[in-house]
């Protein structure tokens, strides 16, 4: 019986002594200073015997080793008229056999070691990733040397792998969004640079596996890939087996360009894209950017997190999305790629009816954060949020060592990472107006609107906004997914 009585007792008070540390209010929350230390690449690279670099990092909470070699090259190497290149090589490439492997046989051969081998081509680089046992890893390398060096794009895969980026292809139409995309481009860094150069089904049709092998092999050579290795594996042992393989790649024998800059000046306006079975309407309003380790990187950072890029406290999500209902999702966004100039947008859906009040609204809100300062808890709120997700660029050993070896492909300012909380923790309500008030420029701005043309323009009786009032209207014709030329409407 006291056994009984006490029992409840007991839960009572424990129960009113956790009640007693919790605040009343979310903002009453303590939580510990957060403290992390970057990973010392210094530490973590070498260099083969042939110069390869090299980032290795062991973490042997798992059996299990990633290996991923990189290359610089892509898509802005493509030779005109095979448009689609990278992307069908990158595709077929493991898939198609290598060496005296069929593709089946090289598929069984990696099932039989739970390995999974992957190769990728994006717009400026390529990279061939391994997963595997520990234990297996020797074995496994030497299929990957066999992609490597040896690619067969046996037919049959490199057919399918076609077909695959046709039927992408097909479904371009389909949506506003990719429509918007498409075309943005086009505005922004003109019809004839590289990114703007897009495959059509003609040039599918002219690409050949002769065309893929020579595009591959003539990139994965030693003095253009740098590896990134992680996982269950000791330093020493990792070193001699990559001088055995990686390490005896053939040199390069010609520089790989560097990526072509662009040199289009956009015309300033209000473009409009005609897609008449839809009832809401997309729109984009902004202009070209910046790369990464520009003077005002940081200030802009912070300036975009404040306006649209920081979700549900940020400026435009608030007003177009919150308040107003206007659109599901709105943004802001400023990027900054290592290679060639990003973007600043602002941009969202809505209905056709209110698409110019909403365009109205973020055009309102971009000006006030170049005319006025943001709010000393704003630009607290943004900081913190930056120091605060800064550990995940490099929350495994795997995620570590491929930042690193990125830095070395994509040839990123060096100390980038290093100082990256210092720099966004220094920004200053002062500069972040300065900058906002130097480096968005409406004079410049673009505004593209994708959807039914003539309901968007229309706008809503309730509101007094219309394009017509942005700037000259300019339209743009729908294009024909397979060939990219304009529909007659």
């Known amino acids: 019986m006291r056994t009984t009585t006490l029992l409840p007792l007991l839960l009572s008070m424990a129960v009113t002594t956790v009640a007693s540390e919790i605040p009343d209010r979310p903002e009453e929350l303590v939580f510990p200073e957060l403290t992390y230390e970057l990973p010392p690449v210094d530490e973590l690279r070498f260099e083969l015997a042939g110069g390869t670099p090299v980032y290795a990092l062991p973490d042997r909470q798992l059996p299990l080793v990633q290996l991923v070699v990189y290359f610089r090259g892509g898509e802005y190497l493509e030779p005109a008229g095979k448009e689609g290149l990278a992307a069908i090589a990158g595709a077929a490439w493991r898939t198609g056999g290598a060496g005296e492997r069929s593709a089946r046989e090289l598929d069984d051969e990696l099932d039989f070691l739970a390995a999974d081998l992957s190769t990728d081509i994006t717009q400026v680089i390529g990279s061939v990733t391994l997963d595997v046992l520990s234990k297996d890893l020797d074995a496994a390398m030497d ?20 077909l695959n980026l046709i039927q992408d292809m097909r479904m371009r139409n389909d949506s506003t969004a990719t429509i918007e995309e498409r075309e943005w481009n086009r505005l922004i860094y003109g019809d004839n640079y590289w990114l703007n150069r897009l495959p059509t089904s003609a040039s599918v049709e002219a690409i050949t596996v002769d065309d893929c092998r020579a595009f591959v092999t003539s990139l994965v050579r030693t003095g253009n890939v740098v590896v990134a290795v992680s996982g269950d594996l000791e330093r020493e042992s990792i070193q001699a087996l990559l001088e055995k393989t990686i390490g005896t790649l053939p040199k390069l024998e010609r520089s790989v360009p560097s990526v072509p800059q662009p040199s289009h000046e956009p015309e300033p306006g209000v473009y409009t894209v005609n897609k008449e079975d839809v009832n809401q309407g997309t729109v984009r309003l ?90 000393n808890e704003e630009l607290a709120t943004t900081i913190s949020y930056y120091v605060q997700v800064f550990p995940r660029y490099f929350e495994s050993a795997a995620a570590s060592v491929s930042v690193f070896a990125l830095d070395e492909v994509l040839d990123r300012p060096k100390g980038y990472w290093a100082s990256y909380r210092d720099n966004i923790s220094g920004v200053t309500v002062e500069q972040v107006q300065d900058a906002a008030e130097r480096r968005l420029n409406p004079d410049r701005e673009i505004v593209l609107v994708v959807g039914n043309v003539e309901e968007i323009m229309a706008g809503h009786p309730d509101h007094e906004a219309r394009f017509t009032d942005f700037g000259e209207i300019h339209r743009l014709p729908l294009r024909d997914p397979m060939t990219l030329e304009p529909i007659s409407e």
């Open 143 to 162: 299929l990957v040397m066999d992609v490597l060096t040896e690619p067969r794009f046996q037919e049959d895969r490199f057919e399918n792998a076609k």
């Open 286 to 375: 902004g202009h070209i950017g910046h790369r990464m380790g520009d003077e005002d990187e940081f200030a802009l950072r912070a300036m975009n997190h404040v306006l649209g890029g920081g979700g549900f406290t940020s400026r435009i999500v608030k007003r177009v999305r919150s308040d107003e209902g206007l659109a599901y999702d709105a943004y802001s966004m400023m990027s900054f790629p290592s290679t060639f100039p990003g973007v600043f947008a602002a941009g969202f859906q809505s209905k056709s009816s209110t698409c110019a009040y909403a365009a109205e609204i973020t055009r309102g809100l971009i000006e006030e954060v170049r005319t006025k300062p943001v709010t």
